[in-house]
Structure formats: C-alpha cells, structure tokens
C-alpha cells in the first residue's frame, strides 16, 4: 500500500536509531567480552592474554556469585510481589467513588519522581536510623527494641525501599487499566449472582492481565539495574549485593576488570534469558 | 466530467485473490452504489479507484486518461470515509481548506470556496469549531464539504453513514441524494445496506466475493434478479425462496415470490398454499406474517395490510400472484420469463 | 458508574484511601518539613510535626557548600538535552514503524526494547574506559549522548504506540487532499501526535533527571547532577537530617513540581500505551 518513495523514506528515518543502537550495543560488549579472556588489573599493572574461560570460572565458582543471584532474585521478585499485589489494592481502592480522588492520586504518585539517591538516603537516616530514625521513635513509643533495619534486616529493607518507589507506577498503570473496564461487565456479572470476591476473580482480575505483564517487564527491566539504592544504603554489604553490585565491585572498587567483565558478560546472559522470556509475553501483547 | 471505466481490474493480496478481474464503466454523474455483504470487497474496489491500493493488473481510466499508476491526489477524485477522518487539530474552516491548501490556491479564493460549501452545507455556524465539538451529522457534512471544495471529476463514499444512529441516517441520505441532484457529478458509494442503495442509486453494482453478481437501476435488480443471490439480497423483507415440487411445477429448480406478492386470506377454500401464522410483526401500515408449516419452506414471509387481525397460530391460505414469480435453474440463474407458461 | 453509592461506605473508603495516600506521601512530606527546621529539632524525640522554629538557614548551609545550582543546571542541561536528541533519533524512527511497517517491524522493534535489558554493568568498564581515552569522562556532552542511549528504546516504543492509534483514514484523507509526504508529516501527523510526543518528553525527562547509575560513575565534578549532588551527602553529612533534608528537597522539588503539574500527560506516558 505504501509507495516505493514512502518506503525508502522509511528506511531512511529508522536508519539512525538502529545504528546508535547497534554501535552502543556492540562495541563495549565486545571490549567486554575482550577484557573477559584476560587476565586485566590496571592497578597492578597485569595485562595479560588469554586467561581462556579461567575468568569465567573463577567468578561462578565464588561463593559470592551464587549469592549474588539469589539476591537478585529475592530483591526483584520481592519487589514485583509488593509493587504488583499492592498496585492492584490501591487501584481498586481509587477506583471507588471517594471524595478528592485527584488529590490522593497526586500523592500516591509522588514517590516516583523522587530520585533514587534521595529515597535511599532520606529512608536510610531519617526513618531507619536506629538512632535518631522515626521508626526507632515508634518502636520505642510501644516500648520495644529499636531495629537497625540496614545491618539486621538489609535485604528487607532495600525492598522497602525500592517498592515504595515503584508502588506508584503500578497502581496508576492499573487504575488505568481498571477505569478502561466496561461497568456494565460487572453489573452483568453482579446480575449473575457473582459476589465481590468472584467478580473480582473472574471479571476484574482477567481484565487486567495485560496491565500486569506490563507492569511486571518494565519494571523488571528498572528493577535488575538497581544501583543506587545499594550504593546508598548498605554498599552492598549484609548480603544485599546483587550481581550487578558485584560485578561493579570488581571492576571499579576492586579493579579487577578481567573477572568484572567476565560478569558483566555472565549477568548479560542471564538478563538476555529473562528479556526472551518477557518478550514472547510482550510480543503476543503486541499483535493484539 | 467523471466518467470512470474499469477494466480488467484484478486485486491479490499475496496470493489470495480479493477482486478476480472485473470490468465496469461508470457515466458521468451516475450514482452508483457498491452493495453487497461484509467482506464482499466492495470498499476494496472502490480503495482501488481512489488509489488508496494498487492494482494487481488492469487499468482504471477515468475521463478517458489512465489513472493506474497515479497517486491518488492526481486523480481528481474526492473521499468520504467512514469515520469521517477529519483533522481534530484543524477547525472546520481548515478542515475544509485543508486540500485547497495542498494545492497551493490563493486564501482568498479558499475562503470564498469554504464559505459556499459551508452554505450549502448548513454548517456557516460551525466553522470555527473543532471536529470534536461537532454531532455525528456535522461530522458527516463537514467531510462532505471538503471533498465538495476539491470540484473533485468523482465523490467515493466508504460507507458514510454507518456510524450514525437510524433517524439521523434518513435524513442524510436525503441529503447526499439532493446534493447529487444539485452538483451532478459522479458519485461512487458504498454500503452493505441495500435499503441505502435501492433509495440512492442510480445504479446498483451488487458483488460477492469479489465479482460482480448484477449491475443495473434499483427497479430492474428489484424486478429482475439475475441469480438467486441478488434476489436473495434486493428487497426487505427478503423474497421467499421455495425450491422442490412447487418449483418444480414451474419448470424450475428454485422459485421465489416477494412477500409484498403473496395475498393473504383466512379460514379454508380456494388459496394457492396454506399455513399456519408464526410471528407477525406490526409496524402500523404494513404486517409482516411468518407462516410455517406450508410444506414449502421452512418460513414464508407475507406482507399483510396494517390492520389485519390475525393471530398466532390460525391458519391462512397465500394467494402468490403468479405474475411476480421468479423462477431459477439448477446453477441459481434467472430463467426467461418466455418459459413461463 | 451511575449507581448511587451509600454516603457511609463513600466515607469509609474516603477515609482508608486518604490514610495510605498520606502515608505514602508521608516520606516526602516529612523531608520537606524536617528541611526547615533547626538541626537540633529535626532529630527531636518525640518528633516535631510543624511547632518548631522555621528557618531557611539549611538551605543556605547546603547552597554555600556545595553549590546547588552547578548541580542543577547540570541536571536541567542533561536530562532535557538528552530528551531533545533522542526526540530527534526517535520521532522518524517511531513513524517509519508505525506508519511503513515491513515484515520484520515486530522483530525490529523488540530488539530495541531488548538493548534497554542490557545490564549497564556489563558495559561499564568499556565506556569509561573509551571516555577517558576521548578526554570525554565527566563531560556534559559525553553524559547527555549516554542518558540519549539509554532511553531511546523507550521513547521509541512510547512513540510508536502512540503513532498506531492515529487512525489510517485520517492519513489516507490527507493523501486524497493531496499531501504529500512532507505536508503529511508536518500538517497532519505531528499536530496529532503532538500530546503523545509531550508526554514521552516528559517521562524521559523524569527518567534522564533521576537515572543514578551513569550519572553515578561517569561524573565527578563538571558534569555531575543532582543525584551525584545528594549522594555526596551519604555519610558523615547525612547525620545532620535538617541539611540532608534541605538538599534532598532542592534535588526533589524541579520534578516533582513538574511531575505534578504533568500528571494527566503524564499517566498516559507512564502506560507505555500498553494499556488503553
């Protein structure tokens, strides 16, 4: 239907963005993949060829590597489990006739725009201090033992804190998809006898499918990335490394870039297995 | 001028083949209708004239010059869609200026062209406004009115009035038919509603599949059916269709009568078939009866009078008037009313 | 929708959504209070909610040390830099998609979203490194093409859904008016999209202004934003909470205001049109 010209046109306009994404895909993966078989510590001056696979051994056989995924694991689904299953509650709640429905909806909004550095850093001293934190000032009202969240429950509390961030962008990505719900289906529904609980099960919760697997990928694209939020609060330290912490410990704290990049390559792998999984749930969306 | 011929016209969409070769010729200032069921290709032929879609071979002249490998700019022809697309950015006024505009005509002479078209058009109140702002009809007209301001050789209409409710799509097929009258210039329409093509068309080009079944004026698809199809698809209610021994008697494989051709009697005596009334709906002027258990068919329809009282279940006898019977052979084709008696 | 719903189960459901609106809100809120009080009050046990002694002097503290406007411009000059760039990369990109799509548009497509799962870790060390050998590492240009990068397939895909809900008649009717290519781009199809091409400005905007991991390691002084400005303030500074407060504020405030006067663009941003 299109003509030859619209066509070369076409081609033309996509062309740029295919070439800056190829070139800032491929080369500093490659370089990557080039450090990854030496054995690279600019610190001591090594530059060394051809270290083979040792590099990739050497990093899974770590203890520290085995944990570091299992943290990551732990640390996105905890946090795709909080942010999905209280974004459906929240979307449900502010989908109701309520008074100042706007106004509460700025506020739940609020959080996802506060960057990453501040939400850690505000959570971590003024509310998680064991000191001086709000929470200790609570704990101690009811005559209780304060927590020191960071070194006794780390993992929990980066959860915590990363879900607060992303509760928003779920509830309003399914309020959204909520308030697209013909009202009639669930008076239909009510008409057949279902109660809130089933209308819920079969009518609501169907309908949001979509919204979920779309909330789960993007999220989980953000989510595997997480940086600063570690940086800030534990260093990475009390088990809350993630591989990407760890990988970034090698190579920039520890300068180790041989075993780094050998990393680097191992959580690229990994991501590569999870995005194909998310990409057939996103491509099947796509054809809709 | 409008004089639009199609020749040998064939559409593929990779293999499959939507329009098989066809040949038509439209004169100038005819309104023609493409009619025929969902699917039917009808929006497709008429995508092909506009040049929306290319041909897979053929040609398509209009005004004698052959306009097959032109754009669809070029080829003096202006588009109703079905949703209207109109801009929603661009006021009416611009909306309609918006082609004027693309060839480059002075605003002075954009202005007077929107002004008489909006006159004509009812919508001079309107022209500021956004498409948004307007009803379903104002919509209509306000594309009318840019395809109106191009002085286009040929009107395409996609359907127009499908997005409108029942009433409003009465009064604006009136519309289209008084504006046909008044500018006189070829109009090609398409619907999938034949009550829209009997009261508009100049002629009727009723397809299936892809083919052409029947072309002709409304009366003569209506009087004389080509093929079963046709006589099954002209005509509301539809005509009744009896095939076996009745139809035999006929010398024909199939017979139809239109429910406006059977009379209807009550109680026992002289009637032609009997049977047993069904539902009858009543509109007021005329009662449409469905009599089963005629041995015929599972259903004839009968249009009755608006004040015969006739209930559920009584038995009446149909009188057909043997004058209107249509008669079928084996392949579904009209057979010559010569063979009649 | 039409159903008359009873006044005391409105009230109630009024109640428990303003009650977890205002505790989610709460951290924002008490940042914001805690940043004009005086040092002494801010750690105070039990808290002080809004009978202590305002002050500003914590913004002049934090200004005077570390010179919150450098930071801001940086972060200003990046984040909408980056979107105007990837705007300029992604508008022709999305269109051609949407609008000429080929047989293999689907695979093109993914494979863009697929570049935004790379781990950045995996590329760190080479872009450094390539940033150092250029002389480019802590500069604003080098910043702004990386923040470009990584949210191009974002913006590419936001657009593209965008550009699909433009009906085809529509630009059909602008070909049967005699547009051409150009006109077509620039009367019909921009002026439509335009509300969509705002609001993934927006969301990249937010996203460029918050992104803490390049802005983390690839700055230092120069180039460095407000997420390197407020990670300054990490340890020993971020015992005094009424300084940490006021700066957390002043790296919060530019978006959070236009995130809130945005909202309505920005939900619609935000649902990557995956949700209608």
């Known amino acids: 239907m299109a003509t030859q010209h619209a066509r070369s046109a076409a081609r033309a306009m996509i062309a740029p963005a295919v070439f800056l994404l190829l070139v800032w895909m491929l080369i500093p993966l490659c370089m990557t993949l080039y450090f990854s078989v030496h054995d690279y510590r600019p610190l001591r001056g090594t530059f060394e060829c051809c270290e083979g696979l040792d590099n990739y051994i050497r990093f899974v056989s770590s203890g520290a590597f085995q944990d570091s995924v299992l943290t990551t694991i732990m640390m996105v689904g905890g946090i795709l489990v909080i942010t999905v299953g209280g974004g459906i509650l929240l979307a449900l709640l502010l989908d109701q006739a309520i008074w100042g429905r706007d106004i509460v909806r700025i506020l739940v909004i609020a959080p996802f725009f506060v960057m990453p550095t501040v939400s850690a850093l505000v959570w971590k001293n003024m509310f998680m201090n064991p000191v001086n934190g709000l929470f200790a000032h609570l704990w101690q009202f009811f005559g209780l033992q304060p927590v020191e969240w960071l070194t006794q429950l780390p993992l929990f509390s980066i959860i915590m804190i990363v879900s607060w961030q992303w509760l928003p962008f779920a509830t309003l990505i399914l309020l959204t998809a909520m308030q697209s719900l013909n009202s009639e289906q669930l008076e239909a529904a009510e008409m057949d006898g279902a109660g809130a609980v089933n209308r819920f099960g079969y009518i609501i919760l169907p309908h949001l499918a979509r919204a979920i697997t779309v909330v789960i990928l993007i999220q989980t694209i953000f989510l595997l990335s997480i940086f600063a939020e570690i940086f800030v609060t534990t260093g990475g330290a009390f088990d809350t490394r993630t591989l990407t912490y760890l990988v970034y410990q090698r190579v920039i704290e520890s300068q180790n870039i041989g075993l780094g990049s050998a990393g680097g390559i191992l959580a690229v792998i990994l991501a590569n297995i999870i995005a194909i999984g998310l990409m057939r749930i996103v491509g099947k969306n796509l054809d809709k | ?341 | 929708m039409a159903r008359a719903v009873s006044t005391r189960r409105k009230v109630t459901l009024t109640a428990v959504a303003w009650t977890i609106g205002l505790l989610i809100f709460f951290p924002i809120l008490w940042t914001i209070l805690t940043s004009f009080k005086p040092e002494a009050q801010a750690i105070a046990d039990p808290p002080i909610f809004f009978s202590f002694d305002w002050t500003l002097e914590n913004y002049a503290v934090v200004q005077e040390r570390s010179d919150y406007m450098r930071y801001l411009w940086n972060s200003v000059f990046l984040s909408i830099g980056s979107t105007v760039l990837g705007l300029m990369i992604a508008v022709p990109a999305a269109w051609s998609m949407a609008f000429v799509p080929t047989k293999r548009t689907k695979d093109v497509l993914l494979w863009m979203l697929s570049t935004k799962m790379l781990p950045a870790v995996g590329v760190l060390y080479p872009i450094r490194l390539i940033l150092i050998e250029t002389g480019l590492l802590d500069t604003r240009g080098a910043l702004i093409f990386i923040l470009m990068m990584i949210n191009l397939p974002i913006i590419i895909w936001m657009l593209y859904t965008y550009f699909k809900e433009i009906p085809r008649e529509i630009l059909e009717a602008a070909r049967m008016d005699g547009a051409s290519l150009r006109s077509e781009i620039l009367y019909v199809l921009t002026p439509m999209a335009l509300p969509g091409i705002a609001s993934t400005a927006l969301l990249n905007v937010i996203l460029a202004w918050n992104e803490a991991f390049w802005t983390l390691t690839l700055t230092t002084v120069d180039a460095a934003p407000l997420t390197a400005f407020i990670a300054s303030y990490s340890s020993p500074e971020g015992l005094f909470y009424a300084k940490l407060s006021a700066a957390s504020t002043m790296a919060i405030a530019p978006i959070l205001i236009l995130g809130w006067f945005s909202q309505k663009q920005l939900v619609r941003g935000l649902t990557f049109g995956a949700v209608k």
């Open chain 2, 1 to 341: 001028m409008g004089r639009i011929t199609l020749e040998q016209v064939r559409k593929a969409f990779g293999p499959t083949e939507v329009i098989p070769p066809l040949d038509l010729e439209i004169d100038d200032g005819e309104f023609v209708v493409f009619v025929g069921p969902s699917g039917c290709g009808k929006s497709t032929l008429l995508r092909l004239i506009a040049g929306l879609e290319h041909i897979s071979s053929g040609q398509i002249q209009i005004d004698g010059k052959d306009t097959t490998r032109l754009p669809p700019a070029k080829r003096g022809l202006a588009m109703v869609f079905q949703s209207y697309a109109l801009y929603p950015h661009m006021s009416v006024r611009k909306n309609i200026a918006f082609p004027m505009r693309m060839a480059g005509i002075d605003a002075a002479e954009q202005t007077r062209r929107v002004e008489a078209a909006a006159k004509v058009l009812n919508l001079s109140d309107y022209l500021d406004r956004r498409p948004g702002q307007l009803s379903g009809g104002q919509r209509q007209r306000v594309a009318f009115g840019r395809a109106i301001v191009r002085e286009p050789a040929a009107f395409l209409f996609d359907e127009p009035l499908s997005n409108l409710d029942a009433a409003l799509r009465v009064g604006m097929r009136m519309e289209i038919s008084e504006l046909h009258k008044r500018l006189k210039t070829t109009m090609i329409y398409v619907t999938h509603d034949q009550v829209e093509a009997m009261t508009m068309a100049d002629k009727i080009v009723v397809l299936q599949a892809g083919r052409i079944e029947q072309v002709g004026s409304p009366l003569e698809l209506y009087n004389r059916p080509r093929n079963l199809f046709v006589a099954g698809f002209i005509g509301s209610p539809k005509m009744n269709l009896i095939a076996g021994a009745e139809a035999a008697k006929h010398g024909a494989a199939t017979i139809g009568i239109r429910p406006e051709h059977i009379a209807v009697g009550e109680g026992e005596g002289e009637g032609l078939w009997t049977g047993k009334v069904g539902v009858s709906e009543h509109l007021g002027s005329d009662t449409f009866l469905h009599i089963h258990e005629t041995g015929l068919a599972e259903t004839i329809t009968v249009r009755a009078s608006g004040e015969m009282a006739i209930h559920h279940g009584d038995t009446v006898r149909l009188a057909p008037d043997m004058a209107k019977l249509h008669r079928f052979d084996g392949q579904g084709l009209r057979m010559s009313e010569l063979q009649k008696h």
